[in-house]
Antibody, heavy 120, light 107 residues
Framework: EVQLVESGGGLVQPGGSLRLSCAAS????????MSWLRQAPGRGLEWVSS????????MYADSVKGRFTISRDNSKNTLFLQLSSLRAEDTAVYSC?????????????WGQGTLVTVSS | EIVMTQSPATLSVSPGDRVTLSCRAS??????LAWYQKKPGQAPRFLIY???TRATGIPARFSGSGSGTEFTLTISSLQSEDFAVYYC?????????FGGGTKVEIK
């Protein structure tokens, strides 16, 4: 059974940093591109960043480019998102998701998410 | 950026009703569209890809159609477990973008 479990969320001050983790199990992690998405309170889904299976290709939403860094450790079946220079508008539930197939970026499995709150 | 617009924002329906949700893209995305179901506190559920192909395990009452800029998700006979928010997502080009969602609620 595919499982994705996020951790690392919490309360952080504006300008602060946080590192999120996504522990994957039930599939060959290194064979799949992975992504982070978020949902702000009362808002819809927003794509944040994606990373290829080998970890050699990244994409970022303009809203987080230069502030967030996606990475992975395939030996530990774990995806990461380093959040820096955080702003109030980054407050959201952050979820990791697995890309379905090998050509396009849509997502067949998602985690339940970890809440990041940016506030002083 | 491709803007995805879903309508209506909220749909009040009864179990057993046929439901049609709309999703419009600001430019043509061919059939590069997915649909998801989201319930509070739960991970999104993958429903449809390539605009009309049901994901594994998705009941036949869910169907998708459309291409270019106009898409629909139809639930042929709404079940109690189908009350949720539905999102469309385009994957034709970066950045990936989602519609604002349609909430299907009990009338």
């Amino acid at each position: 059974e595919v499982q994705l479990v996020e951790s690392g969320g919490g309360l952080v001050q504006p300008g602060g940093s946080l590192r999120l983790s996504c522990a994957a199990s039930g599939f060959t992690f290194s064979s799949y591109a992975m992504s982070w998405l978020r949902q702000a309170p009362g808002r819809g889904l927003e794509w944040v960043s994606s990373l290829t299976g080998p970890g050699d290709g990244t994409m970022y939403a303009d809203s987080v480019k230069g502030r967030f860094t996606i990475s992975r450790d395939n030996s530990k079946n774990t995806l990461f998102l380093q959040l820096s220079s955080l702003r109030a508008e980054d407050t959201a539930v952050y979820s990791c998701a697995r890309r379905y197939g090998s050509s396009h970026y849509y997502f067949d499995y998602w985690g339940q998410g970890t809440l990041v709150t940016v506030s002083s | 950026e491709i803007v995805m617009t879903q309508s209506p924002a909220t749909l009040s329906v009864s179990p057993g009703d046929r439901v049609t949700l709309s999703c419009r893209a600001s430019q043509s995305i061919s059939n590069n569209l997915a649909w998801y179901q989201k319930k509070p506190g739960q991970a999104p559920r993958f429903l449809i890809y390539s605009a009309s192909t049901r994901a594994t395990g998705i009941p036949a009452r869910f169907s998708g159609s459309g291409s270019g800029t106009e898409f629909t998700l139809t639930i042929s006979s709404l079940q109690s477990e189908d009350f949720a928010v539905y999102y469309c997502q385009q994957y034709d080009r970066w950045p990936l973008t989602f519609g604002g969602g349609t909430k299907v609620e009990i009338k």
